[in-house]
T-cell receptor
């Protein structure tokens, strides 16, 4: 079946512009995560939704970052007044209801390909 | 979540087993060891996870020491397609919790 999709795959923005990044999770997945990955680093958590509720936004680096998931499916990450330090790959991941496995409860996260944002 | 330590890079010949170590000396009793990998220009991909017993699936095997302070991910017959950054992550199960990635191990599989 279809995996997690993200659009656009690449975005170039001039410093000060607003951008909106879209994530389409796997159909029926309850949990949705956003991560930011700087060049040469591992992904870093930004925010988490369970259905339409944003349960954790502790990783958002500033109040210029805003995420929403109004109907509990598609999510948008918005960055206002972009700065050069916002240049990174933005990854979205979704997770279904917990799966009981032989190794306990699994919360496997499925990642999209990411959106590479370059702020010039 | 507990901090993990991995070597920054490793090489492996194609067809050989790749053994990727991870130290997690401060792991708590309710924390699992997860492995993800990230192939260039793609999002991370789940590989395997375990609590204290050794685990095996179609992709890899996970060996966790008896004291749970370290683990090894084993790719039994590495191929060029296994070239990627491998992340060892420790996290509490029972929650749909965030993943805390480190810098991982960059595995280069060569001919």
């Amino acid at each position: 079946g279809a995996g997690v999709s993200q659009s656009p795959r690449y975005k170039v923005a001039k410093r000060g512009q607003d951008v909106a990044l879209r994530c389409d999770p796997i159909s029926g997945h309850v949990s949705l995560f956003w991560y930011q990955q700087a060049l040469g680093q591992g992904p870093e958590f930004l925010t988490y939704f369970q259905n339409e509720a944003q349960l954790d936004k502790s990783g958002l680096p500033s109040d210029r970052f805003f995420a929403e998931r109004p109907e509990g499916s598609v999510s948008t990450l918005k960055i206002q007044r972009t700065q050069q330090e916002d240049s990174a790959v933005y990854l979205c991941a979704s997770s279904s209801r917990p799966q009981q496995t032989g190794t306990g409860v699994s919360y496997e996260q499925y990642f999209g390909p990411g959106t590479r944002l370059t702020v010039t | 979540d507990a901090k993990t330590t991995q070597p920054p890079s490793m090489d492996c010949a194609e067809g050989r087993a790749a053994n990727l170590p991870c130290n997690h000396s401060t792991i708590s009793g309710n924390e699992y060891v997860y492995w993800y990998r990230q192939i260039h220009s793609q999002g991370p991909q789940y590989i395997i996870h375990g609590l204290k017993n050794n685990e095996t699936n179609e992709m890899a095997s996970l060996i966790i020491t008896e004291d749970r302070k370290s683990s090894t991910l084993i790719l039994p017959h590495a191929t060029l397609r296994d070239t990627a950054v491998y992340y060892c992550i420790v996290r509490v199960s029972g929650t749909a919790s965030k993943l805390t990635f480190g810098t991982g191990t960059r595995l280069q599989v060569t001919l």
